[in-house]
C-alpha cells in the first residue's frame, strides 16, 4: 500500500562484491554500482554471488537535495561482507 499524495524520495540502490586478497581481506572486486532498481540489483548480486567471495546488495533512501540519507536496508547478501557502517 503506497501514499500517492507522498513526496517519493529517490531511492540509493548499490551492488558490491568481494573478494579476498592474498592476505585474506575482503576488497571491493566489483562496485559500488548503482542499480535501477531493487529488483535488478537483487538479479545482479545472486549472478555475482557465484564468481565472487561476497555480494551485498542494499538500498537507502535518499534526498540528494538535502543531502539526506536513510539507513540501508539490506536486500540481498551472500557469503563474506564486511560490515556495513
Known amino acids: 500500500m503506497s501514499h500517492s499524495t507522498e513526496h517519493k524520495n529517490p ?8 573478494d579476498r586478497g592474498e592476505d585474506g581481506d575482503l576488497f571491493p572486486a566489483f562496485g559500488p554500482a548503482d ?3 531493487e529488483d535488478r540489483a537483487i538479479r545482479t548480486a545472486r549472478a555475482l554471488a557465484v564468481k ?12 540528494p537535495t538535502l543531502g539526506d540519507y536513510g539507513p540501508p536496508t539490506t536486500l540481498f547478501a ?8
Do not use: C, N, T, Y
Open 11 to 18: 531511492k540509493l540502490i548499490v551492488v558490491i562484491a568481494f
Open 35 to 37: 542499480q535501477q532498481s
Open 78 to 85: 551472500s557469503g563474506d561482507v564486511p560490515d556495513m557502517e
Open 52 to 63: 565472487h567471495a561476497g555480494v551485498i546488495a542494499w538500498s537507502r533512501d535518499a534526498d
